[in-house]
C-alpha cells in the first residue's frame, strides 16, 4: 500500500455534518464537502492487511484496498476504473449504505475501521467533476429484448448490465418517476432526486429504454410482455408492508411509512400529492413504531414536519455499544448506533410492546398503550406485569419492515412459483417460468440497497448466459488479476 504505517499515524475522521438546528430546515444532504488532502488522508489507513476481509463483507465484492491505494497515490482515474468495475452505483451506495464493508474491515478489530463508505463517495463525485462518468454504448447489439420489471437498484442494476452485454432493455415503472425506492423511500437529506436523474440521463444515453407510468398486470399486459420479449426481469420489491392489527387500528392518524415518506418524496420534488389523506407531522406527538432505517427516515421528516414531539419504539432491548463474544469479528455487529435522523430529535423507548391504539370520540388517534418487555428465565421475551402507560400520540408510523411482494396482479398472472414467505422463487435467478428472472427484494425479500445491486448483477449475468449461452459480463468474485490498468 502506499502509506504503510498510515493506520498507525491518522485516525478516522468523517466529513463533518451540517448543524442540526440548520438542516432540519430543509431536505438538503447532511455533509459537509471537504478537501481532497483530507480524503486521501483516510485513504492512507487503509493497512497492508493480508487479507482484505472487506471484500467478502461487501455484498458487490468491491475491491477495497485497491481503490484505497489508487487515491491515496491521488490518482482518482484509476480509483473510479477499479470501484465501478464492480459497483454500477457507487454514488448511491457512497451515501446510503450502512457499510457492512467496514464492520469486516481488519483494521476494525481494534481500532475504528476505514472510512470506506466515505472514500467511495468522494471517488464517484470526483469522476462526475473530471468528465469521466460517460456513457457506456455498445459497439454492436445482440437483438435480444429484455424486460425489467421495476426501477429501483436491483432492477436499474440489471438493466446497465443487460444493456452493457448488447441487449435491447425496457424498464417498466408504475410510479411516475424513475428511482423506485431510492426516489420515493428514501428522504432527500440522504439521497437528493438529482443523484438518481443523473444517473438515468446516462443510462438512457446508453440505449436502456424507461417507461413510467407503466404498471404490469395492470395498464400492461403480461401477456404482451411474455410475447414481446425474450426474457424478463422481475424486480418490483419487497412492498407489502408488516402490519400491526391490534386495538384501534381503524383510528384515523395510522400509516405506513412509505405512504408518509413518499408523500414528503413527492413533495420535494415538486410533485402534487395526488390522496384526500395528506399525512402531515406539523404539531403533532409523533411515534415511529420500529427501529430501522426507515423509522429513522420518519423520525427526520418528522422533524423537519415540525412535530410537537417525536418518539420511536424499538420492541427489542438497547443493544450493546460495542461487540460482544456473540458478535465476533468480520460479522455485523448488532450494536447500539443513532442515526443522523435520531440526532436531531428523538425520544428513544426500548423494549416496548404495543397493545392498543387509544383514540378520542370523533376517531382520531390520541395516544398508545403501551408496555415493558424483558427476556425471562426460559429466555422467552415476555411483557412484564404492570408495565402499562400511554404515549401521547396523533400520529403513529409503522415501520417494522415489508413481508413481500405484491402477490396479486403480475406474479398471479405470470404464475411463477413463490416460497413460503411469498417471495419469488428461483434457482440461479430464474423463475419457474424459463424466461422469467427474478432480483432483490422481490426474490430473496427486504434487503439493503447494496444488496439489491448486486442482485440486479447477478441477475443479468444469467439471463445473459440464457439468451447467448455463455456471458462475458463481470462475476462477483472479481479477482483485483482481472481489473487491468487501462490508458
Not at 443513532?338 to 390520541?366: H, M, P, V, Y
Not at 412459483?417 to 428461483?426: A, L, Q
Request: proline fraction near 6%; hydrophobic fraction near 35%.
Amino acid at each position: 500500500m502506499g502509506k504503510p504505517t498510515g493506520f498507525m499515524e491518522f485516525g478516522r475522521e468523517l466529513p463533518p455534518k451540517r448543524d442540526c438546528k440548520l438542516r432540519i430546515q430543509d431536505y438538503k444532504e447532511l455533509d459537509v464537502p471537504v478537501e481532497d488532502a483530507k480524503i486521501i488522508t483516510q485513504a492512507a489507513r487503509c493497512m497492508d492487511c493480508g487479507i482484505p476481509f472487506c471484500h467478502s463483507g461487501c455484498p458487490l465484492g468491491n475491491i477495497i484496498p485497491e481503490f484505497n491505494d489508487a487515491v491515496y497515490q491521488g490518482d482518482w482515474g484509476y480509483a473510479y476504473e477499479i470501484l465501478s468495475s464492480t459497483n454500477n452505483f457507487p454514488e448511491f451506495t457512497g451515501r446510503i449504505c450502512p457499510a457492512p464493508c467496514e464492520a469486516s474491515c481488519v483494521l476494525g478489530i481494534n481500532k475504528p475501521p476505514i472510512a470506506i463508505e466515505f472514500i467511495e463517495k468522494s471517488i464517484i463525485e470526483s469522476a462526475y467533476k473530471k468528465g469521466l462518468v460517460i456513457p457506456y454504448i455498445p459497439l454492436t447489439r445482440t437483438g435480444k429484448r429484455v424486460a425489467v420489471v421495476g426501477s429501483g437498484p436491483s432492477g436499474l442494476a440489471a438493466a446497465a448490465q443487460l444493456n452493457k452485454a448488447g441487449h435491447l432493455v425496457t424498464v417498466f415503472e408504475r410510479d411516475d418517476a424513475i428511482g423506485g425506492l431510492l426516489r420515493y423511500g428514501i428522504p432527500d437529506f440522504k439521497l437528493e432526486k438529482w443523484v438518481v436523474e443523473r444517473r438515468v440521463k446516462i443510462m438512457e444515453e446508453e440505449g436502456v429504454a424507461f417507461k413510467t407510468n407503466a404498471n404490469v398486470g395492470g395498464n400492461i399486459r403480461v401477456k404482451d410482455l411474455l410475447d414481446g420479449f425474450d426474457a424478463i426481469v422481475l424486480c418490483g420489491g419487497s412492498t407489502v408492508p408488516r402490519d400491526l392489527q391490534i386495538p384501534g387500528r381503524e383510528l384515523k392518524g395510522i400509516h405506513f411509512a412509505m405512504e408518509f415518506l413518499k408523500q414528503q418524496n413527492t413533495r420535494v420534488s415538486g410533485g402534487t400529492v395526488i390522496t384526500e389523506k395528506e399525512i402531515w407531522a406539523t404539531g403533532k406527538n409523533v411515534v415511529v413504531i420500529g427501529g430501522g432505517d426507515t423509522g429513522s427516515d420518519c423520525v427526520g421528516t418528522s422533524n423537519r414536519h415540525r412535530a410537537k414531539s417525536v418518539s420511536q419504539i424499538e420492541l427489542f432491548p438497547v443493544p450493546p455499544k460495542e461487540r460482544t463474544l456473540n458478535m465476533p469479528w468480520p460479522n455485523w455487529p448488532m450494536i447500539f448506533r443513532t442515526s443522523t435522523s435520531q440526532e436531531e430529535g428523538c425520544d428513544r423507548k426500548w423494549a416496548l410492546t404495543t397493545k392498543e391504539f387509544l383514540g378520542d370520540k370523533k376517531g382520531n388517534l390520541r395516544a398508545l398503550k403501551v408496555a415493558q418487555m424483558e427476556w425471562n428465565a426460559a429466555k422467552h421475551y415476555v411483557e412484564i406485569p404492570g408495565t402499562e402507560q400511554e404515549i401521547p400520540c396523533e400520529l403513529a408510523l409503522l415501520a417494522m419492515g415489508f413481508l413481500h411482494p405484491q402477490p396479486t396482479g403480475m406474479l398471479q398472472e405470470l404464475g411463477v412459483e413463490r416460497d413460503e414467505r411469498g417471495n419469488v422463487k428461483t434457482r440461479s435467478y430464474q423463475s419457474s417460468v424459463p424466461k422469467v428472472f427474478s432480483a432483490g427484494d422481490m426474490r430473496r425479500g427486504q434487503s439493503l440497497v447494496v444488496w439489491a445491486i448486486s442482485e440486479g448483477r447477478e441477475a443479468a449475468r444469467q439471463v445473459d448466459k440464457f439468451l447467448m449461452g455463455e456471458s462475458k459480463l463481470e462475476a462477483k468474485e472479481v479477482s483485483m488479476l482481472n481489473v487491468s490498468r487501462a490508458f
